[in-house]
């Protein structure tokens, strides 16, 4: 009850992203290959950003 005003934090954010772009990746994967390819570089980008935080 207390954490529905709670603020996520940088690596939350990252790693739902991250998350998300996976799954794109994964649905076009079967029906446009260079986009998934772009949706898997995306988050790899944003695994470099969530290293540069640790």
Same mark, same amino acid.
């Given at each position: 009850?207390? =954490?529905?005003?709670? !603020?996520? &934090? ?8 991250? +998350?998300?772009?996976? =799954?794109?990746?994964? !649905?076009? &994967? ?8 772009? +949706?898997?570089?995306e ?12």
């Open positions: 009850m207390f =954490g529905l005003f709670k !603020k996520k &934090s940088e690596k939350e954010v990252l790693q739902e992203r991250y +998350k998300k772009l996976m =799954g794109e990746a994964h !649905k076009l &994967s079967t029906s446009n290959r260079r986009l998934s390819d772009e +949706k898997v570089a988050a790899e980008e944003v695994i470099k950003q969530m290293e540069k935080l640790v």
